[in-house]
């Protein structure tokens, strides 16, 4: 949806694994609409299907009663994409989380996506909710000179 401040895409699904292929369209959409290059379209969209998966596994615990929230938003005129991702579970501090490159955290299995999130990303917030629940809001923004696709 076109807005004079940008454009703004809100998604709202049950927490099911079946939606990732959808967000990833729409993930592909939108890095090409301000300007992303194949390869940073490819980081932003592991960073969000880790967001995503996180959500529905760690946020809202499997429950397909709860839902996921994905707003993606361009501003005006800037050549960047802000998304945010929120689930409708209990939370967590985020300083708790460890550091999977501490040598007792190498071989696990799991552990790794927000570290991931935070390389692939420019900028990465991750907080509870005022609506309740956990939000990572993510940015990444199109090197200079870059310019939007005339599909957005």
Do not use: C, Y
């Amino acid at each position: 949806m076109p807005t004079p401040s940008g454009q703004v895409v809100h998604l709202e699904f049950s927490g099911v694994f079946e939606m990732l292929d959808f967000v990833q369209i729409v993930t592909e959409h939108m890095g090409r609409s301000v300007g992303l290059d194949d390869d940073a379209r490819h980081w932003v969209s592991v960073a969000i299907r880790e967001s995503v998966i996180n959500a529905i596994k760690h946020g809202n615990r499997h429950d397909a009663s709860k839902h996921v929230f994905v707003d993606f938003e361009t501003p005006h005129g800037e050549p960047e994409l802000t998304i945010r991702v929120r689930d409708e579970g209990e939370g967590f501090e985020p300083e708790a989380v460890a550091d999977p490159l501490a040598p007792e955290n190498l071989l696990k299995s799991s552990g790794r996506g927000i570290f991931l999130i935070r390389n692939f990303m420019d900028h990465v917030q991750l907080q509870r909710a005022p609506e309740g629940g956990m939000e990572i809001r993510m940015t990444k923004r199109a090197p200079s000179g870059a310019s939007a696709s005339p599909t957005a």
